[in-house]
């Protein structure tokens, strides 16, 4: 199959299209269509891959093959089947397939992906003799079904794994941040890498990793060794060394006005921050420490700080958290005149008592938390230290 320019799918979570539409047309494409949890584009195949390595808030990079009318597993098969999977995937290489189905015949989704793997074998079997090896993991080319009602798509799965999984967090220790999410939520604060990125109970590192990758320029395929890409016949390994290239040329070093600070309040977590951070190259700019957060050190002049404080739901007590949210707020009044604060959490009831009028809340969704972002203007005045 030669490439050609198709319909591209690129997949989100739940509150993150906002930020993935302005990633997408940064790097200058066009957005035909955009759903709650997905965005419609299209190029050819080596845009998907100039995609994976960009886009810091998207979790799949779909090329669609194929779209028909489908009314059963039958025709499926049928349609599948005919497709030219030997030009697609390599005889030697592995395949799995992912699906997401809704139609009254199809009570359980891995039906379908056990027959839509059955189709691609048959064809490559009949074209070369055997079938590739195949299974349920995404270490291989992945293809996609997405049929609903009576349509039916099928997509190379460009990413493979979610593009949340940047490869860098080595230790995630509890509860931790999703990359894309921490991503748009980095984003959502409007921080410019010119000016100052504090993180108090950075956790593991997560916030502070993806503010100092937007800050560097880094992109965040850079971390990443595996796509799904590379696992299929259409792979360009000339033109992904060339992206490969580009990216790593517009890494630069955030000037002095720029300072990121992380702290914890434990040793091993800073420890597993710092070991996060260069993986993902950018320790040398991020500046971490074990400090309480009331201990943190705020620069002078201006910029972001953000608290990912515990919600009460999964690791803490909320009549316990109630007291930090409020030491939280006093905090940002008495020690962070002239910053953008912001709270990110999933309990409304301890944001309230942060003792702040906050300005923006954005919605997100972490996990199957509902979560806000609370932004405060923190104006210059009396009582800094």
Known sequence: MKPSIRPITITAPRGLLPFLKNELTELGFPIVWAGETALGTRGVFTDTMRMNMWLRTAHHVLYQLKEFACRDLETLYRAVVVMPWESLIPLNGFFSVVSSVDHPSIRDHRIVNLKCKDAIADRIAARKGRRPDSGSDRRGAVVTVFWNRDRCSVSIDTSGEPLSKRGYRKIPLRAPMQETLASAVVRATNFSGNEHFVNPMCGSGTLAIEA????????????????????????????WGEICRDARSKVHTPGADCRIIATDNDEKVVDAACSNAAAAGVQSVIEFSVADFMETSVPAANGVIIFNPEYGIRLGNERELVKTYRSIGKFMKQRCQGYRG?????????????GL??????????GKIDCRLYEYDLYHGKGRC
């Open 342 to 354: 912001y709270i990110f959490t999933g309990n409304a009831t301890c944001a309230g008592n942060i």
């Open 357 to 366: 009028r906050s300005g923006r809340k954005l919605k997100f969704q972490s």
């Open 212 to 239: 100092a990758l937007s800050a560097t320029g880094r992109a965040s395929g850079l971390t990443r060794d595996n796509f799904g890409f590379m696992h299929t016949l259409l792979f360009d390994e000339t033109a």
